[in-house]
């Protein structure tokens, strides 16, 4: 059985111009992403990405302006479920007080995700894992 597996995800750029980004360890593999996650039943985009911000970040974000939605066919590379990912450029309400990696992978303990900042102006195609990302990081090199 197939199905839609709809993912929603924030753009958070700092006042350096550098982008978050997220290296995590899930189901036996290893990919770096944007900060965000699955929607869940019932719930609103805008709802779940605050709430993924929440529980990735420890963070309250406002949400700024809708960037991309996937326009092309992607399956999952965990499941047989069809990819849907949106985008949306996301700001912090407050500093965000994370543990920041400068390195890949860099995990703490048992703790299988880490967070660094990548400057824009160097951020490539090659620093997220996913498809759909990586059209998104085309996108924000042509800004």
Request: negative net charge; glycine residues 6%; proline residues 2%.
């Amino acid at each position: 059985m197939s199905y839609f597996n709809v993912r929603v995800y924030g753009l958070l750029i700092n006042a350096d111009n550098q982008i978050l980004i997220s290296d995590e360890q899930s189901g036996g593999k290893i990919f770096s992403k944007f900060p965000g996650g699955g929607l869940e039943l019932g719930e609103g985009l805008i709802d779940a990405l605050k709430r993924e911000f929440m529980e990735e970040c420890n963070a309250e974000i406002e949400v700024l302006e809708h960037i991309y939605t996937t326009d092309f066919y992607e399956k999952s590379s965990f499941n047989d479920s069809q990819i849907l990912s949106i985008y949306y450029m996301v700001k912090e309400i407050q500093p965000l007080l994370l543990d920041f990696k400068t390195i890949p992978f860099d995990f703490d303990g048992e703790s299988l995700q880490a967070f660094r900042w990548v400057d824009l102006k160097d951020l490539n195609v090659a620093d997220v894992t996913f498809k759909t990302d990586q059209k998104v990081v085309e996108l924000l090199k042509n800004i």
